[in-house]
């Protein structure tokens, strides 16, 4: 009897076969992902991107090294996305580069000339160690400095400091987060692993 279903990744190969502008190695990527403009994406090294993901930058994704993405996120937008080395998103996260504005006088989609739609469109970036609760949403033009982590279900509109813990709709800090434990923890790790060499500088 069966233990498992559809629980595939994709394989080494299937992976090198994608037009990915960088891929490092002991990337995990699940069958069922969207991955749209892969020439557009720069993935580090042990990145997983669990089932039901839609990753579609229109201009550049950049995703760091040890970076987990869980189920069912969207990365998608026209500005560039980049999420710094050992971010994670939880399952269900939502980060935007580009919103139509649905309250003033212009008609929204993607079907819609430019003309006669009015775009906010401005980079997203999450910085090394900043964590998304489940269902968070970030909208354009926000900074998540390093460390800085989002309750679940918060959004996310602005810049966030560094190692501070936020949550709410819009997201505001609760308190502080351990910087000295999560950069010791940081050192241990990477002690504990061969050493690696530098990764090349991503071109869009």
């Not at 233990?3 to 490092?24: I, Y």
């Not at 997983?48 to 994704?61: E, Q």
């Not at 950049?62 to 050992?86: K, N, P, T, W």
């Not at 679940?152 to 190692?163: H, M, N, Q, T």
Request: hydrophobic content about 45%; glycine content about 10%; proline content about 6%.
């Amino acid at each position: 009897m069966a233990t498992h279903r559809n629980a595939a990744f994709l394989s080494p190969d299937e992976l090198a076969e994608l037009d990915f502008a960088h891929l490092g190695k002991d990337v995990l990527i699940h069958s069922t992902c969207v991955l749209v403009n892969c020439q557009r994406m720069s993935i580090g090294d042990g990145v997983r991107i669990d089932p039901f993901c839609v990753l579609s930058p229109g201009s550049s994704l950049e995703i760091g090294d040890h970076v987990h993405i869980a189920a069912q996120c969207v990365l998608m937008g026209s500005a560039a996305i980049a999420l710094g080395d050992f971010a994670g998103l939880s399952h269900g996260v939502k980060i935007l580069s580009a919103s139509d504005d649905f309250v003033g006088g212009s008609l929204i989609g993607p079907t819609i000339p430019d003309a006669f739609r009015t775009v906010d469109a401005r980079p997203v970036r999450l910085a090394r160690h900043a964590v998304i609760g489940a269902g968070g949403l970030v909208l354009p033009g926000s900074t998540i400095e390093e460390g800085a982590t989002v309750g679940s279900l918060s959004l996310v509109k602005g810049s966030l400091a560094a190692w501070t813990v936020n949550a709410g709709t819009p997201a505001r800090k609760v308190r502080d987060r351990d910087r000295d434990g999560v950069l010791d923890a940081e050192r241990r790790f990477r002690a504990s692993r061969p050493p690696r060499l530098p990764r090349p500088a991503f071109e869009a």
